[in-house]
C-alpha cells in the first residue's frame, strides 16, 4: 500500500537558527540569542553559566544566522522548486511581543509571518508553525526567571491567542513547544531557566515542565475555540533506548529512560500525570505546583497527533561504568557497537525509527509525524559545470533514503499512522547543538562559515534533486 495521496513531504527550520536580524522589525532580545559559538556554548546551553547580554568576546551565530528575514522569498521559492507540500518554521516569540510581557503585540513582526505564510501557499506549502523552538525573551528571563515562574503561562497564552487569531486560514498545523523533553538536558534552550547556585535542579526543572504543560494545554484549548479546523500536535526529541544487553537490569534501564522520555508527551496526549511520575514526585519530596483547574485543563486539551524528531537510537546499561560513551542528540548514552555513526559521532539507526514509531504508535494510538529527521555533514562546495555551484552530497541522500525506506515499511506493514515527513534544515542553518554552520543538513547550500564569513548565496546540492523527484513520486521513486 503506497503512502497517502495527501502525505505531507517538507522541512522543518527555526527561526533563530536560520531568521538572523536579530535587532530589527522591533524585534527584542531572546535566550538563543546569547548563547554563544565556542568552548561556553554548552555551559551555557544547559543552565550552567549565566550569559543574558551580548559582549565583544563572543560570536554569537543566531544574530545573524543565514539572514533568512531577508531572503526568505528566495528560500522559500527553492521550497517550492522542490515541491514541499509543507514547510515548518517557528515563531521568534520577541518578534511579536519583544519583552515577553506587553499587553499589545508588535505589528512588524506579525506581518512578517503573515507574509511569510502567503509566500508558503502561493506555492501550495502548507506552514505547520512551532510556537516556541528553543525561544524565551531575555526580559522574561530576567524578570521573573524563566518557565520556573508560573506567569509565563500567561504570558504564553497571550501570544497563543495573538497568532491563532492573526493566521486563522493561513496556517492550521501547530506543534507547543519544540522537543519539550530537551528542558530536562538544556534548561537555559528548552526553558530560559540559569540554574543558581545550591538550587534544587529537579525541583526547578520539574516546575517549569509543568509550566509548559500547562501553557501546552492552554494552547490547545485556544487553538481549537479559535478555530476548529485547527491541529495541535506535541514535540518530541525521541528515539527509542535500547538496553545494553537482555540483562533484566539493562532493560529496566532502558525502560527508565525511555519514561523519562515520555513523560512529557504522557501528559500532552493522555491529559494526566503517569503514576511512575507521581511516585519519582513522591520519593524526591517534591510537590507538583498545581492549581485548581490544571487537572481538568490537562484532561480535556490533549494533542491531536504527536510529532517527533529522530535522528539516532539511544542504549540504556544499569552500570555505565567503564562503557565507552557515545554522543548524541542531547541524549548520550554507551556506545552502541551494531551501528556506525556520522561525523558527529551521532549513530546512523534508519530501523531505529521504524522501531521507535511502533514503541509511540503502541503507547498513544494518535497520528504521528516526523517533523524533523536528517544527516549533519561536512559538504565541499564544487564547480557543477554550468557556471554555478553544488555538493555532491550521496551520503546525505543515502541517510535519507534508509529513512524513508523504514517509515514506509512501518506505514505500509505495520499500520502505524503518519502525517508527514520533514527533514531537518532543508537549507544549511546554525547547528543548535554547536552553533557551527559546517554542520550542514540541507539540500541547499548557504556560503556562511563558522564564524559569519561568506556570501550567504545559496545553491542546490544533488540531494535537492534526489529529494524533488522522491515528492513527485510521494515516495516511490528512491533512487
Ligand atoms: C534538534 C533541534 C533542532 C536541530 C536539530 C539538529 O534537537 O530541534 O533545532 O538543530 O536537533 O541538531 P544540531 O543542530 O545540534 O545538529
Known sequence: MPLPKNFLWGGATAANQCEGAYAEGGRGLANVDVIPYGKDRFAVESGMQKMLE???????????????????????????EMGFRVYRLSIGWTR??????????????????EDLFRECHKYGIEPLVTI????????????????????????????????????????????????????????????GIVLEEGEDRFATLYTAAHHELVASALATKIAHEVDPENKVGCMLAAGMYYPCTCRPEDVRAAQMRGQENYFFIDVQSRGYYPNYAKKMFERRGFTLPELPGDAALLRENTVDFISFSYYQSRTAAAQA???????????????????????????????GLRNTMNEIYD????????????????DELIPDGKGSYTVEDDYRIAYLRDHIRAFKECVEEDGVELLGYITWGPIDLVSAGTGEMSKRYGFIYVDRDDL????????????????????????????
Not at 496556517?171 to 513547544?177: G, N
Not at 503507547?363 to 561536512?378: D, H, M, S, T, W
Open 54 to 80: 551580548l559582549d565583544d568576546e563572543h560570536f554569537y551565530p543566531a544574530c545573524g544566522a543565514i539572514d533568512m528575514y531577508h531572503r526568505y522569498k528566495e528560500d522559500i521559492r527553492l521550497f517550492g
Open 96 to 113: 511579536i511581543f519583544p519583552n515577553g510581557d506587553e499587553e499589545e503585540p508588535n505589528e512588524e513582526g506579525l506581518r512578517f509571518y
Open 132 to 191: 516556541t523552538h528553543f525561544d524565551c525573551p531575555i526580559h522574561l528571563i530576567k524578570k521573573y526567571g524563566g518557565w520556573r515562574n508560573r506567569k509565563l503561562v500567561d504570558f504564553y497564552g497571550r501570544l497563543v491567542r495573538v497568532l491563532f487569531e492573526r493566521y486563522k486560514g493561513l496556517v492550521k498545523y501547530w506543534l507547543t513547544f519544540n522537543e519539550i523533553n530537551m528542558l530536562l538536558h538544556a534548561p537555559f534552550m528548552g526553558a
Open 321 to 351: 561504568e567503564g562503557m565507552k560513551m557515545g554522543e548524541g542528540n542531547g541524549f548520550g548514552g554507551p556506545k552502541n557497537p551494531y551501528l556506525k555513526e556520522s561525523e558527529w559521532g551521532w549513530p546512523v539507526d534508519p530501523l
Open 363 to 378: 503507547r498513544y494510538q494518535k497520528p504521528l509525524f516526523i517533523v524533523e529527521n536528517g544527516l549533519g555533514a561536512k
Open 452 to 479: 559569519g564569513r561568506g556570501t550567504l548565496n545559496r545553491y542546490r546540492k544533488k540531494s535537492f534533486y534526489w529529494y524533488k523527484k522522491v515528492i513527485e513520486s510521494n515516495g516511490e521513486d528512491l533512487d
